[in-house]
């Protein structure tokens, strides 16, 4: 029988499908309710609803976009977290923009708000808690209007496919309501939290649980009574009985899980309200897709690109220094949407007629080649916008690029085509957010590389079935034949329709087949000579040492196609490992941080960025994952490091105590390394025994003879005897020295290891280094309050209490009597339950595998 993993991972991959096959199942729906009519009766509609309701229409889009917000305010609450109210107003407006017009595939609001919030300081546990609230405050508003609507102003369904219909909803009605009913009275009764796995989930007061149900009862009402504003003067519905059409379409829209509900709760409004002419119907709808769906995500693109002007100007740098860093998370996605929004505006504009009185004109100034050359172009750029916004999301400079140039095209050919100038102004606003944000697109990654979800691919499919769906109604009246694809007249739309069609199809399957013709991805491996000896000429060249590791040969190593970078990463189960930031100039490293991403995303693995630093997080951050504190890592200065003064005394006394038992301190070139490898076996061996442990490997250096003779090696001698001994690892810009692996034998004078810091790091101060690194202290610098993160907190508890298993708080105590700089190190991973199994394959990673964590 198939594991629970299997289960859920074929219904994931099926869920899709089943959305495109409720989408097409919609437009199916939409081609019967609409066989009475064709495109020039739904235009005729749009031109009689009147300028009052469309004002009234906006007014109420903003008072519920309003409320929507307090969401989010009533969720800070509950996390008890002291995050200013306007952060939180800005964080809801954002998520619901992008939820209300894409849905569900490509960014929810529970991932929008984490960016946002993770940002502002708040913890995975926290965000995690808060977007759980608002979830649940969205259900219980509507369970609360559906239930109440559905009692008062019971609808009858109508017969559907030759059924009968229900003649009374009201039971669905009460159970809405017993749910609401339910909820309180679990909060009323219950004083403890829910327990899930080691997750405390309180819940909220019932102060709190009542304006939750207030709070989405207030949205749902509103929102429909934006609609409900639109419709015809034809409808004889009250307000309550339509408000139940309504919400039952939008639950069945949220059930098929297609973005934004598009075209599935049209077709329900259609069924439900068969009383209000088809046409009229449709109408209010588009309009009321536009006020309340459209303008909130192109106001807040807007928003986009003046903030990215302002920036520039020297009299509010300041004001938007704090902003910066979360509204850098938020622009690729909202430019993302922005550009599947153009692309799918010229599709649909070339699937319609132009504007008869418009295209005459344009037969004056320009010839009939060119009018059908940009109708053709026009159809193909808006095909090429809807790939390229999969690129801008991933911060592609390609696609920053061609996105540029065809919104610009996109532009003009609307113009020239049919001179649709509102279409032309659109797609320039677009244009003009996108072009300030230069810097935030700086991946040198090709468009091929980026790897398309079941869900960006059902999402292009949807906007060109649509498409499809559209043209064929806007020419429902022509008679379709094989001759009228050789039809070039000014008053042939319906011609110029097909040939896009075909066009954009066409295109569409050429990348398709591009993209499946790809070399296949290798799996990794272990580098080959020649790769470890390009490895270790870019190592050579940056100004830290943890990249030596790399040599160990353990670690598969991914370079970009200039060979100036690479990862190093290792494999465990699906934990995907890089050990540190990628290494290489700072662009490349960027890029890298991707190129891996992208190659784990196409074996199914999860991205680990393991033991990193604080000059890439943002990057992490961009890629939306968390990070979480691993520890802090011990730096000396070694231009201020001496044995004297009272501070050092500890040290001096130490130094001078193995002095005097004969001890002394030499530095082994790389040229004779390999004539002590016997006697430094010995002592390898000696202390692996006595320890009662085992080599180790990916983060931790283990004796391999390949592996040793690339370094040389700093030893400590008794009587002209090899007592103790460290390979090294230096920097070529002597920014950095430090040492890896450390063995010393049983019988060693007490202090040894004390003895051979103290001398290494005297030593690399003649040499002109200007940094000892001493490595990393786990869970150091952990704070257990009551606002801190979830893992802090239990990493702060077991660096106190924790003795019996590992010397947290002495290994912190030995590094500190060096006085160093301390610097924190994380492991960037995706959040939620998943960090407890990474730790623990990245374990096992360090032991050689389960085995090794449990016998040492």
């Known amino acids: 029988m198939a594991s629970t993993a299997e289960r859920s991972s074929l219904i994931h991959r099926a869920l899709p499908l089943i959305t495109l096959s409720l989408f097409t199942l919609a437009l199916w729906v939409l081609h019967d309710a609409l066989r009475q009519y064709n495109y020039h009766h739904i235009l005729a ?64 609001a529970g991932s929008i708000r984490y960016r946002l919030y993770s940002a502002w300081g708040l913890s995975t546990e926290e965000i995690a808690r808060l977007v759980s609230f608002t979830t649940l405050t969205f259900w219980l508003g509507l369970a609360t209007v559906g239930g109440i609507v559905l009692i008062v102003a019971p609808l009858e369904m109508p017969a559907i496919g030759g059924l009968t219909g229900i003649y009374s909803i009201r039971p669905i009605g009460l159970g809405l309501l017993a749910l609401t009913a339910g909820y309180l009275l679990i909060v009323l009764i219950r004083r403890r939290p829910f327990r899930f796995w080691n997750w405390d989930i309180p819940l909220p ?85 536009g006020i309340y769906y459209l303008l909130p995500l192109s106001l807040a693109a807007i928003l986009l690109g003046a903030n990215e002007l302002l920036e520039k100007k020297p009299l509010v740098k300041k004001a938007m220094r704090h902003a910066d860093r979360w509204w850098g998370i938020m622009v690729p996605p909202l430019l993302a949407a922005t550009t599947l929004v153009g692309g799918a505006l010229l599709l649909f504009s070339g699937a319609t007629p132009a504007v008869p009185g418009r295209l005459h004109w344009l037969d004056t100034i320009i010839p009939l080649p060119l009018i059908e050359l940009s109708h053709f172009l026009g159809s193909l750029a808006g095909c090429c916008l809807l790939l390229l916004a999969r690129g801008i999301l991933g911060r592609l400079d390609a696609a920053y690029v061609l996105t540029a140039i065809l919104l610009g095209l996109g532009s003009l050919f609307s113009l020239l085509k049919g001179v649709d100038y509102e279409e032309s102004l659109l797609l320039g606003l677009i244009l003009a957010a996108l072009l300030p944000c230069r810097k935030h697109f700086y991946r ?10 079941p869900g960006w691919i059902v999402t292009v499919l949807l906007v060109l079935l649509s498409s499809f769906w559209l043209g064929f109604f806007s020419f429902k009246h022509v008679d379709f034949s094989s001759q009228l694809w050789w039809q070039f007249t000014l008053k042939d739309d319906a011609p110029r329709f097909l040939r896009a069609m075909v066009g954009s199809t066409a295109l569409l399957l050429i990348l398709a087949m591009a993209r499946l013709l790809r070399p296949a991805v290798k799996d990794p491996g272990q580098p080959g000579p020649d790769e470890l000896d390009q490895a270790q000429l870019i190592i050579r060249q940056v100004p830290v040492t943890l990249p030596y590791v790399a040599l160990l040969g353990d670690k598969a190593l991914l370079f970009d196609d200039q060979q100036k970078g690479f990862v190093m990463y290792g494999v465990e189960g699906r934990s995907w490992v890089a050990l540190g930031d990628p290494v290489g100039p700072r662009e490349v490293a960027r890029s890298l941080a991707w190129n891996f991403r992208e190659l784990v995303q196409r074996h199914g693995g999860q991205t680990v960025f393991y033991e990193v630093g604080t000059d890439m997080l943002h ?32 040290l ?7 002095d005097k038992e004969e001890c002394s301190f030499e530095v082994i070139p790389v040229s004779l390394v390999p004539e002590l490898m016997p006697e430094l076996q010995k002592i390898s061996n000696a202390w692996l025994k006595e320890k009662n442990t085992r080599e180790k490997g990916f983060s931790l250096g283990r004796f391999d003879e390949r592996y040793l003779r690339h370094f040389p090696v700093a030893v400590v001698k008794q009587r002209g005897r090899i007592i103790a001994f460290a390979n090294l690892w230096m920097s070529e810009d002597k920014n950095e020295l430090s040492l890896d692996l450390m063995r010393f034998l049983p019988e060693a004078p007490r202090g040894v290891m004390d003895y051979l810091f103290i001398s290494l790091m005297l030593w690399g101060k003649d040499q002109g280094f200007q940094h000892f690194d001493l490595g990393m202290a786990p869970l150091s610098g952990l704070e257990n309050r009551p606002f801190a993160p979830l893992w802090n907190r239990i990493g702060a508890v077991i660096f106190q209490q924790g003795e019996h298993f590992y010397n947290f708080e002495g290994l912190r105590g030995y590094k ?3 006085d160093p700089v301390w610097e924190p190190r994380y492991i960037a991973c995706p959040g939620g339950f998943t960090l407890p199994r990474i730790l623990l394959n990245v374990a096992a990673l360090i032991s050689g595998g389960i085995k090794g964590i449990v016998t040492k």
């Not at 998520?95 to 960014?107: P, T």
């Not at 001096?652 to 193995?658: D, K, V």
């Open 45 to 108: 509609q749009l031109r009689v609803i009147p300028s009052s309701q469309i004002f009234s229409a906006l007014g109420l889009t903003v008072l519920s976009y309003l409320v929507m917000t307090v969401y989010d305010q009533l969720g800070i609450c509950y996390v008890q977290h002291p995050l200013h109210k306007g952060k939180a107003t800005v964080a809801a407006f954002i998520s619901y923009a992008f939820s209300n017009s894409i849905g569900l595939f490509l960014l929810t």
């Open 652 to 658: 001096r006394y130490s130094h001078r105590r193995l």
């Open 205 to 289: 007061s019932m102060r709190l649980a009542g304006s939750q149900l207030l709070v989405g009862s207030l949205d749902w009402t509103l929102a429909g009574y934006v609609l409900f504003t639109l419709l015809p003067e034809q409808s004889s519905f009250s307000f309550f009985q339509f408000l139940s059409i309504y919400l039952l379409a939008q639950m069945v829209a949220l059930i098929s899980n297609v973005p934004g509900g598009l075209g599935v709760f049209e077709s329900m409004i259609l069924i439900l309200a068969p009383e209000i002419p088809a046409d009229a119907l449709l109408s209010s709808m588009l309009i009321y897709r």
């Open 444 to 453: 040198r990654a090709s468009l091929f590389s980026e790897p398309f979800s």
């Open 816 to 818: 500190q009597k060096f």
């Open 619 to 650: 990057v992490y951050l961009d890629m939306g994952m968390t990070l979480f504190k691993l520890g802090e890592a011990a730096s000396v200065e070694l231009p201020k490091f001496s044995l004297e003064g009272k501070k050092r005394s500890d």
